[in-house]
């Protein structure tokens, strides 16, 4: 068994009989308690998800293995000090519980450039269907398409004993992260570009990779790309994206299957596609307004537009955090530094400013704060990435790493099928004691 292998399932077994001791002596525990408020919204709040990867913390954000993204944008191993983290070193971290050498990182990085080749009915797959197809549809429909090879599926069939599905899980998760940027720049170039594909370079990183086939060979995009897949790689277990690769995963579908799952999840525009709302309702402001620099009344005003519309402003509000999004401040620094002067920055700047004490108002929302996805697509911009309607892919390109390091311990601690349990509008009724007007 290879090196990783062997310290992973070392270490992990271990925290396994944890988890398991947890279930089968303190299942009666009682951590929480449910109401019809939770149910009906979303059930936000409920603890009932076991995710070890990263926490969200409602006012100071995301922290991987314990780790907030300022402190791993000193800890992780980078090309040069003045780079951004390699998102292979937190793959590494999320997957082994413990920060990463150089050395790590670079087996992680040989690793993927060795699984990397993509079959090419893939690529068949996705060149039949017509360019305009939105790229996530051509993205999840490329991941699909490689089910065939997966090696979860060959032991399930095999007859794998169910205490070594994490082995041909990790295996599988390892090929599919290697492929995946491959599979982005071929649906890139497949709508944007006539189908000039740019083949590989082995020489080059995971996220230098993603940029260099997408055309973009300069070392500051590759920088970007080094900060925009470590940034969006997890955000706890919770989220649409994550849960259903978690809950697709729970019925032991292979992991393309549960990552292609999660990833339509990512599509929605609450979720990762608000990445392209907020660059097509900049744009849609400045068309409006007749002008490309917009006054902060402006853009109140049409803050306000939007909501008398019953529109979402998007890249603003989140479930959990209650204040700015550190992955929103992480991108601000980033454009501080290269990009102080782009036109587009200073209006998302302006719209921070704008937004938050407008939302605020309204007593209804819970966080008038941004989210990450209020940022990253003027970086994209600034770098002539234009067609907003890929920024989403990016996004599932990294939260790769996240959900499919949580599926390999999914599956190291044996968790079950998930399985809870609905009841009808009638049963809540009667546990509210309510006299309803309506027979249900
Ligand atoms: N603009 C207008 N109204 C908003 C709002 C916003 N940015 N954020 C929340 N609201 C509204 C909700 O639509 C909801 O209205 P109703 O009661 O009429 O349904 C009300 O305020 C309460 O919502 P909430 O409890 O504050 O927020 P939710 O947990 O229900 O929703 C969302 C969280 C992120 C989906 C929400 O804030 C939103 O729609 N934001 C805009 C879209 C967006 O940026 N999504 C990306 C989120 C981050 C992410 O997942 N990235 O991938």
Redesign the pocket.
């Known amino acids: 068994m290879e090196q990783i292998k062997k310290k992973l399932i070392e270490r992990a077994l271990a925290k396994a009989e944890v988890i398991k001791k947890l279930r089968t002596d303190f299942g009666s525990v009682v951590i929480g308690e449910v109401t019809i408020g939770h149910v009906l919204?979303?059930m936000?709040g409920i603890v009932s998800l076991f995710t070890c990867t990263s926490k969200l913390d409602p006012e100071e954000g995301i922290r991987f293995r314990g780790y907030s993204i300022p402190e791993l944008q000193n800890l992780l191993p980078k090309i040069s000090p003045e780079d951004e983290p390699l998102p292979e070193g937190l793959f590494y971290l999320m997957l082994m519980d413990e920060l990463p050498t150089m050395d790590d990182v670079m087996y992680i990085q040989n690793e993927w450039i060795r699984r990397s080749n993509v079959p090419k009915h893939v690529f068949d797959v996705i060149d039949a269907l017509p360019p305009e197809t939105h790229p996530m549809n051509q993205f999840v429909a490329g991941i699909i398409a490689m089910t065939g090879s997966s090696r979860f599926v060959k032991a399930y069939d095999a007859g794998v004993n169910k205490k070594d599905y994490w082995d041909a899980t990790y295996e599988e998760v390892m090929d599919l992260i290697a492929r995946i940027p491959r599979v982005a720049s071929y649906v890139y170039r497949h709508a944007y570009h006539n189908d000039h594909q740019i083949e590989p370079d082995p020489d080059l990183d995971w996220s230098g990779n993603l940029a260099h086939m997408m055309g973009y060979d300069n070392e500051e995009v590759r920088r970007l790309m080094r900060l925009y897949l470590f940034l969006h790689a997890d955000?706890e277990g919770g989220?649409?994206s994550a849960h259903t690769t978690h809950l697709v995963g729970s019925a032991l579908s292979s992991p393309y299957q549960s990552y292609a799952a999660g990833m339509l999840g990512?599509a929605g525009?609450?979720?990762?596609l608000?990445?392209q709302?907020?660059i097509k309702w900049i744009f849609d402001m400045i068309e409006e307004l007749g002008t490309d620099n917009p006054s902060k009344e402006q853009i109140a005003d049409y803050v306000r537009k939007?909501?008398s519309e019953g529109?979402?402003?998007?890249?603003?509000?989140?479930?959990v955090l209650r204040k700015t999004d550190p992955r929103y401040v992480a991108q601000r620094e980033f454009a501080l530094k290269y990009m102080p002067e782009d036109k587009l920055f200073q209006i998302v700047s302006n719209i921070y400013e704008v937004v938050p004490p407008i939302?605020g108002t309204?007593g209804?929302?819970?966080?008038p704060w941004p989210?990450?996805?209020?940022h990253s697509g003027v970086l994209l911009l600034h770098y002539g990435i234009k067609e907003f309607e890929f920024y989403t892919v990016f996004?599932a390109v990294s939260r790769a790493l996240g959900v499919l390091a949580q599926l390999v311990w999914d599956r190291i601690c044996g968790l079950p099928i998930e399985r809870p349990k609905s009841q009808n509008a009638a049963w809540f009724i009667q546990k509210a004691g309510l006299d309803s007007p309506v027979k249900f």
């Open positions: 919204s979303g936000k955000h989220n649409v990512l525009p609450l979720h990762g608000a990445s709302e907020v939007t909501l529109r979402v402003v998007p890249g603003y509000g989140h479930a939302l309204i209804k929302i819970q966080n989210n990450v996805d209020a996004f």
